[in-house]
């Protein structure tokens, strides 16, 4: 199967296997969770999911929704309350202890605060994307206050990191994210610790996020090439 019938069966795996009527859903960002989303929409349409409340994690999606017709609302909204039943994303690596690096797409920010805050997090991959380590051949994704490119590009070279300013396409300068920052994309020669690179890059001041998510508990849908599925718990 090609890369974007892999994608289209993930999605719709997910969405058969975890999203209901009456549920609050997070919809992620990227090629992988837009056929989950696509595939709410199918569903909406054919009177299959009543009274769902769905949450965006960046303007791709939102465009998506808009589109197929599915109604948003705000992860402050009262029916929503700030908490998801379940969430279905992408993710650019996943190592075997789970934790996993996102950002390709730019929308980490409202990514993690999404999936932090689901009962349960999906998270959809071609079977590529499951390495041995984080960061060998996906950067780590840091987003940060326009104002604070050099003091940050400093703090992260201060722990080993090499630092490139992400540039837009069809834009001229950098890409600025949905929340009107920049990205930087992080290289570790050496080999880190996740979860302790994940707390300390957030420690440095101008840092808004970075696209380490450790520690949480993810269900994970691999695809291999044939189109059979590997889930991951
Ligand atoms: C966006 C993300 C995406 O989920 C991640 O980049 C995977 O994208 P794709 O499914 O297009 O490979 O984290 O910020």
Redesign the pocket.
Known sequence: MNSDEL?QRLGRRAVDDFVRGGMRVGL??????VWAVRCVGEKLRAGELEHLACVVTSSQTELECEQLGIPIYSLNHTHVGGKLDVTI????EIEPSGNLC???????AL?KVVAYNSKRVVILAEERKYVARLGKSFPITVEVLRQARATVTRAVEAMGASASLRMAERKIGPTITDNGNILLDLTFEAAFDAGWLERELNAIPGVVEN?LFTGGHYTVYLAKPDGSLRVLE
């Open positions: 994608k992620g960002t990227g090629s992988t969770a994303d992408g993710a650019d996102k950002g390709g797409g730019g929308a980490l990514e696209g």
